[in-house]
């Protein structure tokens, strides 16, 4: 096992976990609010045991994650829960903010699927426990869990690249309004390049640790910069997007730390070398 992996994997759950524990909590502290979202969307009837329900998802599988225990359970059921939310609530594709929502959530269920894929770590309470692994189990779905997550999350970062690649005026023109003033087109340039190499490192399988490490090194910044705001439990709905936002970029981080500390497995471009324990070491 290398050194890093427990450390990764353990953060990469407690920031996966963060967007459900806060948005169940979220809707524990706006129980009438959260229900007059749901009945706008067609939710109509049983809007209190729907709201029961996916509030006890969250923080349950949030909880589960977080502590590494019960883990690929709680990765399979929240990938359940978010295709249905995602289905739901992010299908308005005329709208760009919903499509950037769309793909956060597609890439937090590529997360997931590598959490099931690899389970909690030796930095769990599973560990702790001394608990069975499934590893075993989940050996011969491993390849396609990791396959599946590395293309939902290489999604967002490939659309968002492409759309920077076609608006080179607009997006520099929106770095410098949120206060990149200086410099403006080598950070265009940059972000281009890093959403696009990362994304296609990460599809084909090779080099996807370096990719993976590269991507979240350009999430931090760009969050920070485009999605300053409040962490309160305000009712707001401006501010509550940008508190999704921000949310959702961590989970998504939190997926990119799996696949640094567990790279591509053997659906990629470089699986024989990653097969073979005597070929040249891989740079996956």
């Known amino acids: ?46 809007t209190m045991l729907l709201y ?13 994650l977080a502590l ?62 001394g608990m069975p692994s499934d590893d075993d189990a989940m050996r011969p779905y491993r390849s396609r869990l990791s396959l599946a997550g590395r293309m939902f999350i290489a999604a967002i970062f490939l659309v968002s690249g492409s759309n920077k690649l076609l ?3 607009g997006t520099q023109q929106y770095m410098a309004a949120m206060g990149i003033v200086s410099a403006t087109g080598l950070f265009y340039a940059a972000a281009v390049g890093l959403e696009l190499g990362g994304a296609l490192v990460l599809l084909v399988g090779v080099w996807a640790r370096i990719g993976a490490g590269a991507l979240v090194l350009l999430m931090i910044p760009a969050t920070v910069m485009f999605h300053r705001t409040s962490m309160s439990f305000v009712i707001d709905a401006a501010v509550q997007d940008q508190q999704f936002h921000l949310m959702k970029n961590l989970a998504i981080m939190g997926g990119l730390l799996y696949v640094l500390a567990y790279g591509a497995d053997r659906i990629a471009l470089n699986a024989r070398q990653q097969a073979d324990p005597e070929a040249e070491p891989s740079k996956s």
């Open 167 to 169: 608006d080179p005026q």
């Open 1 to 46: 096992m290398p050194p890093y992996e427990p450390a990764l994997s353990l953060v990469g759950r407690l920031l996966l976990a963060g967007i459900f524990v806060w948005a169940g909590t979220l809707k524990i502290f706006n129980p009438e609010g959260t229900q007059h979202y749901m009945a706008a969307y067609g939710l109509t009837f049983g």
């Open 52 to 64: 029961l329900g996916a509030t006890l998802v969250e923080i349950a599988g949030g909880v589960s």
């Open 68 to 129: 590494g225990y019960l883990t690929r359970e709680a990765a399979f059921m929240l990938v359940a829960f978010m295709v249905v939310v995602t289905g739901i609530f992010h299908t308005h594709l005329v709208d760009a903010n919903q499509i950037i929502h769309l793909l956060k959530n597609l890439a937090i269920i590529g997360g997931l699927l590598y959490v099931a894929a690899y389970g909690p770590g030796a930095i769990s309470r599973e560990a702790q426990m």
